[in-house]
C-alpha cells in the first residue's frame, strides 16, 4: 500500500510565527486530505487537496502530485493552533476513499 | 446539523465482554468509516460503507464487524473484547468516495 511520510514529527512555535509541515507519500495519488487533530482528540478536516492550492484564512495547502508531496502553511501561528496535523491519501483504483494516514505532526504554539 | 454523532463517549470493557459502538450523520452522506487510532499513531481504517447494505473491509478488520441497514447509521460490533482493541474509535462520513471526510468526536475504548 501507498506509505505517508509526515515531517517533522514534532514542531514548537511562539505565537505569531509562520510554519510549514510537510508530507510525502509513495505512490500517485487521487485523494489527498489535510486534518487537525485538538488536544481534545477532535478531529477536524482542513483541506482536500488531490493536487493544486487552497487557501483558508490563515492556512493554505498545496499539492505537487507529479513529485508526491504535500504542503501546510500555517501563518501568524496562534495558541489554538496547537494539536496534531495529519496527512491522509488514497490512491487509484476505485478506491481512493479508502485513506491511509501518516503519523502526524504535533504542533505546540506557546503565547 | 450535529454532523457524526458517537456513542459512547468512554467504555471499560473486561475482556471477553461485546459491545457495539453507535455512529449516526445527518448530512445524508452516502459514504461511512470506521477507523481505530492508537496512541502516537494515525488512524487505520477498520471497516467502510458506501451505501445502505453494502460495507467491506479495511486495513483492520479482525475482531469487529459492522451493518448498515439505514443511510443515518453505521454501528460497530466488538465481539469478544480483548486488550489489543484499547484504542480510540473513529466514525466519518463523506460524500461520495472523493469528498472531504467528516468525524464524529471519538470513544475511548479500555479492554482490561
Known amino acids: 500500500g501507498i506509505q505517508v511520510e509526515q515531517s517533522p514529527p514534532d514542531l514548537i512555535l511562539q505565537e505569531g510565527a509562520n510554519s510549514t509541515l510537510r508530507c510525502n507519500f509513495s505512490d500517485s495519488v487521487n485523494n489527498l486530505q489535510w486534518f487537525h487533530q485538538n488536544p481534545w482528540g477532535q478531529l477536524i478536516n482542513l483541506f482536500y487537496i488531490p493536487s493544486g492550492t487552497k487557501q483558508n484564512g490563515r492556512l493554505s495547502a498545496t499539492t505537487v502530485a507529479t513529485e508526491r508531496y504535500s504542503l501546510l502553511y500555517i501563518s501568524s501561528s496562534q495558541t489554538t493552533d496547537s494539536g496534531v496535523y495529519f496527512c491522509a491519501v488514497g490512491g487509484w483504483g476505485g478506491s481512493n476513499y479508502k485513506l491511509t494516514f501518516g503519523k502526524g505532526t504535533l504542533l505546540t504554539v506557546n503565547p | 446539523n450535529a454532523g457524526v454523532t458517537q456513542t459512547p463517549k468512554f467504555r471499560i470493557l473486561k475482556i471477553g465482554q461485546s459491545m457495539t459502538l453507535q455512529c449516526t450523520q445527518d448530512?445524508?452522506?452516502?459514504?461511512m468509516y470506521w477507523y481505530r487510532q492508537d496512541p502516537g499513531m494515525g488512524l487505520k481504517l477498520i471497516y467502510y460503507?458506501?451505501?445502505?447494505?453494502?460495507?467491506d473491509k479495511g486495513e483492520v478488520p479482525n475482531g469487529y464487524n459492522v451493518s448498515r441497514s439505514t443511510t443515518e447509521d453505521f454501528p460497530l460490533r466488538l465481539e469478544l473484547a480483548a486488550p489489543s482493541q484499547t484504542s480510540v474509535y473513529f466514525c466519518?462520513?463523506?460524500?461520495?468516495?472523493?469528498?472531504?471526510?467528516?468525524f464524529g468526536p471519538g470513544t475511548r475504548l479500555t479492554v482490561t
Open positions: 448530512m445524508n452522506h452516502n459514504y
Open positions: 466519518a462520513s463523506s460524500y461520495g468516495g472523493e469528498g472531504k471526510q467528516y
Open positions: 460503507s458506501v451505501g445502505a447494505g453494502i460495507t
